[in-house]
């Protein structure tokens, strides 16, 4: 499938076949995850694997339908929000780049015929509790993946006109403030210093190789 397919496709899977998903293909699912874009390149999430056979019992607590543990894995992708970059208005773009993650990998396993369903609402103690995760790291968005017991589905979207807005040049004025230009300074010279020691680290490796 090309990428539009893969779209196309998608869906939110809520039967699952018992049937083995081969570790190749959890491999390339994984590897999309580790490609996916987060903000200042932090990447500060953690994708736990859980096989569902012989845990099936315990992992209903952290979601009740029976569908949640057909499948032969669970993913879960948590944020780690204390590393994770934060906008100068203190926005967290911990679930961002969470949710980034996850819509990689989900439709990863679509172009590899695999099913997925985005699940939320999910008990966030059990999750923790059962999973053993590090109190660092907040819990997210789970999904089941295997083979869908059935592909009929049906997408109810909105149309593009409810959705999508084009702006004309009739646009509102802004006037930045002396305060907000020192802020920006401000904040321009923490990110460049940031750089330095990369930048250093890189040309000594260069250096070394050369």
Excluded at 192 to 207: A, D, E, H, Q, Y
Aim: hydrophobic fraction near 40%; include cysteine; charged fraction near 25%.
């Amino acid at each position: 499938m090309d990428y539009f397919e893969v779209v196309q496709q998608r869906h939110s899977v809520r039967s699952y076949k018992p049937d083995p998903v081969e570790p190749e293909k959890l491999q390339r699912i994984l590897e999309c995850a580790r490609l996916a874009p987060t903000a200042a390149n932090r990447q500060a999430y953690k994708v736990v694997v859980v096989a569902t056979e012989g845990n099936k019992a315990i992992l209903q607590h952290i979601y009740r339908n029976a569908w949640f543990v057909q499948a032969p894995y669970l993913l879960c992708v948590c944020s780690v929000p204390g590393k994770c970059w934060v906008r100068n208005d203190k926005k967290n773009y911990s679930d961002v780049d969470a949710g980034i993650v996850m819509d990689h990998m989900i439709l990863a396993a679509t172009a590899l015929g695999l099913g997925t369903c985005w699940v939320a609402a999910f008990d966030v103690d059990a999750a923790r509790a059962i999973l053993k995760l590090d109190d660092a790291w907040e819990p997210i968005v789970f999904t089941p993946l295997g083979y869908p017991n059935d592909n009929t589905f049906k997408k109810v979207r909105k149309p593009l006109e409810e959705t999508v807005i084009y702006t004309g040049l009739d646009l509102g004025d802004y006037q930045m403030t002396a305060k907000k230009q020192a802020q920006l300074q401000k904040e321009a010279i923490r990110s460049s210093l940031g750089r330095v020691p990369l930048l250093r680290k890189i040309r000594n490796t260069l250096l070394r190789d050369g």
